[in-house]
């Protein structure tokens, strides 16, 4: 009676043992498939990694590097990997794109849950220029794939010369523009070189032991040219890690192009990230725009003191 006991009782532990592992497994299990629906993409399978990956290549291109020619397996390829942690997901991705097609689709990821983590280039000497844009995101897997779907979708959207070239016939040799206008919206002083009205908000970080400030580069800049009516402005942005989507949403929002998001330094505490822009339009509201991104960090208040 006794041992019927044990082995029942035994039983009973192996049993909720097993449910517990079908439990887990399923907790951590991804679905491909809805992965693949969503982004419309095909993918594999990394078991060791519990990865699944699934990859777009730009096969459409015709990329050369120095005169080599480029192929889909030498980098030109778009991918997006995801993997279970607990109840959540976590998703890296590289997109290739051409130059007119980085602020369409950076649009597209910031607007469907998707961080943007850094915009540069992976070669040099290529024709044409090729820009590779990194994105992340955790949250639920369902949203994230479909973001990746969105980016995807945007990408072949633009693709053959379909997206955006902000194109101005400006010389700051002839800039007329008001800079009282730009300070009253900005709040900060700038000065005027060679018909370029440029203003600088100044950050700290350390490095080495030592503080380092705005007139080492920690800064960020805007310089304008042009007219009240149709300016440029291009400048240098500096964040903190938790500023740079917010500060993307703003730029983007009020339709302010990035050109480049990285790293100037390396060891430096608090680590700061820089992102360059370029803008047209009228100087008030690329002025507003700079603004609204400024406002999304610390660097007003640094300013301000």
Do not use: C
């Not at 120095?66 to 390829?77: F, I």
């Not at 992340?136 to 955006?164: C, P, Q, R």
């Not at 030592?210 to 440029?232: K, P």
């Not at 998001?261 to 608090?270: L, R, S, T, V």
């Amino acid at each position: 009676m006794k041992r019927a006991l044990i082995l029942i009782i035994l039983m009973g532990l192996l049993t909720l043992s097993t449910a517990q592992r079908v439990m887990a497994a399923m907790s951590t299990s991804l679905d491909t498939t809805r992965i693949e629906e969503l982004t419309g993409a095909k993918g594999t399978f990394n078991s060791r990694e519990g990865v699944f990956k699934v990859s777009e290549p730009r096969s459409d291109l015709a990329v050369t590097v120095a005169g080599v020619k480029l192929t889909p397996s030498m980098g030109l390829t778009s991918w997006a990997a995801f993997k279970k942690t607990g109840e959540q997901t976590v998703v890296m991705g590289d997109m290739v794109l051409l130059e007119d097609q980085v602020n369409p689709v950076m649009s597209a990821a910031l607007d469907n849950g998707l961080d943007v983590t850094a915009l540069h280039n992976h070669f040099l000497w290529d024709s044409p220029k090729v820009m590779f844009m990194h994105i992340g995101g955790m949250g639920d897997e369902a949203k994230l794939a479909e973001g990746v779907g969105k980016v995807f979708a945007k990408i072949k959207e633009t693709s053959g010369g379909k997206g955006e070239v902000p194109i101005a016939d400006i010389n700051p040799a002839t800039t007329t523009l008001d800079p009282r206008k730009i300070e009253a919206i900005l709040g900060v002083k700038g000065g005027v070189s060679d018909g370029v009205y440029k203003v600088t908000v100044g950050r700290t970080t350390a490095m080495h032991g030592a503080s380092v400030g705005g007139t080492m580069g920690v800064n960020t800049w805007a310089a304008f040219a042009g007219s009240d009516d149709r300016s440029v402005v291009d400048g240098d942005f500096v964040m903190l890690e938790p500023e740079l989507q917010p500060v993307l949403k703003a730029l983007r929002g009020h339709g302010i192009d990035i050109v480049a998001i990285h790293q100037h330094m390396a060891g430096e505490q608090p680590r700061m990230l820089f992102l360059h822009y370029w803008g047209l339009g009228g100087t008030e509201d690329l002025a507003r725009g700079l603004r609204a991104a400024l406002d999304r960090t610390a660097s007003m208040n640094a300013a301000q003191r």
